[in-house]
């Protein structure tokens, strides 16, 4: 039988101490872009900005007017975990945020008559943990432009089936079909629709935001995101 040199057996060692630690580097499951451990700081790992992370929501749609902010909060549905199955964030974490207009020249407009203001987008602002304990997040969702249109007398019965409705939203259609029933479904927080409502009065229809959250407001990061694993 032959023996290993001293000096051979260390290398082996440290070959061998390489490729292990070379395996564990983890990744986001849903969307492989490399997670990194930060170094001196192992109980944390980064997720590389543009992961996209899934989400859902206790309702199938969410309905918003243009140029309507609304708060929203979504979850995470499923654990996601790096290559090792170690989980990074654990499922039912909510992700607080808002939807929010998006002006097709340029970002963000606050102005409900803006005729630009024809996008919406989920910001994701904190990730909220079983425990408690809240993480700020960087993240969105894609702009969505596609609408629905609400006519005068319209049956809107299909369309508010298991929906969360935006205040303006809600007082639009209303006006509009005559239906006093929405008015007491649950809203999301919004702006007043006042000015919305002159507008309607002269056109007889609108047009809203239809959002399926699992399909539409999935959120990608914008910068990284550190994570504890405890």
Known sequence: MHRLHPWKTGTLAL?????????????????????????????????????????????????????E??????????????????????????VVGRLEPVNLNGGYSSNANDPNNKGVRFVAQELVFASGRSQAINASSQTITRTEKISKGADTGAILTDAAIGAGAASAIALLTGNRRIEILETLGGGAAGALASVLLRRNEANVFVLRPERDLKITLNSSLVVSRN
Not at 76 to 88: A, G, H, K, M, S
């Open 15 to 67: 070959m061998a101490m390489t490729i292990t630690t070379s395996a564990i580097t983890p990744f986001v499951i849903l969307a492989p872009a490399n997670a990194q451990y930060n170094i001196g700081q192992p109980r944390a790992i980064t997720i590389p900005a543009n992961v996209t992370l899934p989400v859902t929501y206790e309702k199938e749609k969410v309905i918003v007017s243009p140029g």
């Open 69 to 94: 902010t609304a708060p929203l909060t979504l979850r995470i549905p499923n654990d996601i975990v790096d290559r090792n199955r170690t989980i990074l964030i654990p499922g039912g974490t909510q």
